[in-house]
């Protein structure tokens, strides 16, 4: 009974010590994002989905930065015009510590973070109204390690378009959920090595 308790606590330490591993000076991550924050269940309804392509390096532990390109598709109801969303730019994540600022993590596999992204964007609608400028964006987050290497993650967040076009303002608060995946740089080299 003791080897087995003593292998639950060694193994319960070597978890935690990786889960530390990946958010690391020096790794990268890379994933997509899912939106579906709206999917009409009466006849008639409506739907948006979008993509959210995205990677990061990190420039520091629990701190990295990186790019994203976002596309979606969504129509209110279903004799509504289509809206196409569209957008390219730069990105920040902060993960918080265990423990740091009096907040713990809900669960011992995973990692509370807030990410930001500023960047170029727009909305077109087929019926003419359309926006093009600064597409920006600012949410809390939280990535369940599922394994090491890889993140299942669920991100709310303010994603907001402003600039040229019909509407000058255009703002949605959005639920994503999508995956992540942390490769040390050694890792990162190997995988672009075998491609080429």
Do not use: C
Not at 38 to 58: E, R, V
Not at 77 to 97: E, H, I, K, W
Not at 168 to 183: A, D, K, M, R
Request: hydrophobic share 35%.
């Amino acid at each position: 009974m003791k080897k087995l308790i003593l292998s639950g606590l060694m193994a319960v330490t070597a978890l935690a010590s990786t889960m530390n591993a990946q958010i690391q000076k020096g790794n990268w991550l890379v994933g997509s994002s899912l939106v579906t924050s709206n999917f009409g269940l009466n006849t008639g309804g409506g739907y948006n989905i979008a993509l959210q392509p995205k990677g990061a390096y990190f420039i520091k532990d629990n701190v990295a930065v990186g790019g994203y390109v976002n596309l979606g598709i969504s129509k209110v109801t279903n004799g509504s015009p289509t809206r196409f969303d569209y957008a390219v730019g730069g990105l920040g994540r902060y993960y918080l510590s265990p423990g740091e600022k009096g907040v713990d993590n809900l669960l011992n596999h995973g990692r509370w973070f807030f990410e930001g992204n500023v960047g170029i964007g727009g909305s077109s609608v087929e019926n003419g109204n359309s926006t093009t400028g600064l597409d920006f964006g600012a949410g809390p987050g939280y990535s369940y390690f599922i394994t090491p290497n890889i993140g299942l993650e669920g991100l709310v967040k303010y994603n907001g378009v402003t600039g040229f076009g019909n509407e000058g303002l255009t703002s949605t608060l959005t639920f994503n959920v999508g995956f992540s995946i942390y490769l040390p740089t050694s890792k990162a080299k190997q995988v672009i090595s075998e491609v080429k």
